[in-house]
């Protein structure tokens, strides 16, 4: 930790990375604060696992530079960084105990502690019963359930997880939600990829969105919504009357049974008048000023994006 702001601090400083002829990343740039869960977003081929390598030391970008808490990545030992990669990959005769404790003393722990610490987290994860068992005896979840724990068994300052909820079942990914919210407490740093934009809406704090190698949107996730905020208002009234229809001022964009997802036509009513209007004739159940998902902003910023180069 920074011992002057008591604060971790990753940054990323105008990284470019090329394979070949193939520019992947043409000037990245984001700042991850601890306390702070940062998604890192993107389609396909994007570069979020290109971004973890490097930030894992694991590549090194053409130019630019990573900077934990003010030291460049490549001067800092591994110790403080904990990675669960893309390709999940143990030793596959090797028992379940022994690979979390040669985890453990990779990272300076000691084999004791490791061991200690291995089991209270094969513990809270339901999966005990496995501690002597061979990696190939075990399904692909709970693998990956043990790949989890050897990601950050040394209780690393910054944790990089690469699409780390697919192949666990909803029951497993709230327990590792549980455990990712109590290592962000302790004001260390978490970085995600992931597709799944419902869970990053969910458990992401910031957002980084790349595609074709740029940086389309950076910022907490809350700002983001507002931002794409399109003045429209829910509303969901009791009973079946169709109430919105008739009303001049509103202009429909959806109409569910007994909902309705609206905007005002321009200079007409005030939203407060026209609650009033309403409510003099039906009770309303739900009313919300309506955000646009971090799905729909992502599909609508890449699709503009190819629409700009078409
Ligand atoms: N070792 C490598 N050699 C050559 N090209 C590579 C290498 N690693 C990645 N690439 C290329 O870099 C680009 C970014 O890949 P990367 O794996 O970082 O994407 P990603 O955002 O993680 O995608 P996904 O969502 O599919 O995991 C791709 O075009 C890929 O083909
Ligand atoms: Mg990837």
């Known amino acids: 930790m920074n011992k002057e702001t008591n604060e971790n601090i990753l940054e990323v400083r105008n990284v470019i990375k090329s394979f070949k002829e193939t520019l992947v990343l043409n000037g990245l740039s984001f700042k991850v604060q601890g306390g ?73 722990m000691t084999s004791r502690k490791a061991e200690v610490e291995a089991i209270r987290y094969l513990d809270r994860l339901g999966i005990i019963e496995y501690t002597d068992a061979r990696i190939n005896e075990l399904s692909k979840g709970i693998q990956q359930k043990i790949q989890f724990i050897a990601a950050f068994l040394h209780d690393p300052e910054v944790l ?82 169709p109430i919105l229809s008739e009303l001049d001022n509103v202009q429909i964009l959806e109409e569910g049974k007994n909902s309705y997802k609206f905007v005002l036509k321009r200079g007409a009513i005030s939203l407060a008048d026209l609650l009033k209007k309403v409510e003099e004739k039906a009770r309303i159940r739900r009313f919300e000023v309506f955000e646009p998902s971090l799905h729909d902003i992502f599909i609508r910023l890449i699709q503009e994006q190819a629409e700009e180069k078409a």
């Open 160 to 241: 990089i997880l690469d699409e780390p909820f697919t192949g666990l079942d909803p029951i497993n990914q709230t327990v590792l939600l549980e455990i990712l919210e109590e290592y962000k407490k302790k004001n260390k740093i978490l970085i995600i990829s992931t597709h799944m934009m419902d869970q990053a809406e969910k458990i992401c704090d910031h957002i980084c969105l790349i595609n074709q190698a740029q940086v389309v949107i950076d910022g907490p996730v809350d700002a983001i919504r507002k931002q794409f905020r399109e003045d429209a208002y829910y509303i969901e009234l009791e009973g079946n009357y």
């Open 36 to 108: 702070e869960t940062f998604g890192l977003l993107g389609p396909n081929g994007a570069g979020k696992t290109t971004t973890m390598r490097m930030i894992m030391n694991i590549l090194r970008p053409d130019s630019g530079e990573i900077y934990f808490n003010g030291t460049p990545r490549n001067k800092l030992e591994g110790v403080h960084f904990g990675y669960l990669p893309e390709e999940r990959g143990l030793y596959p005769r090797a028992r379940v105990i022994d690979v979390l404790v040669y985890f453990g003393t990779l990272n300076n």
